[in-house]
């Protein structure tokens, strides 16, 4: 099994940053790629940011140029540097594992789930 805790979301004002952080404990192994998705009321939810245990990024439209996320596989932790919020960068940004060692852009396929941390982006 695989735990995953987000922590580091906030109120912040527009054109701020937040770092969000993604802990994983447990079966670390499983955790080859990780990403970042996030909910906003009354929205479905969307890919932010995918990585791999090897580096490789990927970025939904709405945050390229904006966020960047890594990772420290020492530390099974992996950040979301959020820059430029804007008030529609406002939801739950929930952390998901998948085994899978490449970038898993579909929700479903994930394993693991985080509980999410709230972010909200005032104007």
């Known amino acids: 099994q695989v735990q995953l805790v987000e922590s580091g979301g906030d109120l912040v004002q527009a054109g701020g940053s937040l770092r969000l952080s993604c802990a994983a404990s447990g079966s670390t192994f499983r955790t080859n790629t990780i990403g970042w998705y996030r909910q906003g009321p009354g929205k479905q939810r969307e890919l932010v940011a995918v990585?791999?245990?090897?580096?490789?990024?990927n970025y939904g439209d709405s945050v390229k140029g904006r966020f960047t996320i890594s990772r420290d596989n020492a530390k099974n932790t992996v950040y979301l540097q959020m820059s430029s919020l804007k008030p529609e960068d406002t939801a739950v940004y929930s952390c998901a594992a998948s085994w899978r060692n490449y970038l898993v852009t579909n929700a479903e396929i994930y394993d693991y789930w985080g509980q999410g941390t709230q972010v909200t982006v005032s104007s």
């Open positions: 990585i791999t245990r090897g580096g490789l990024t």
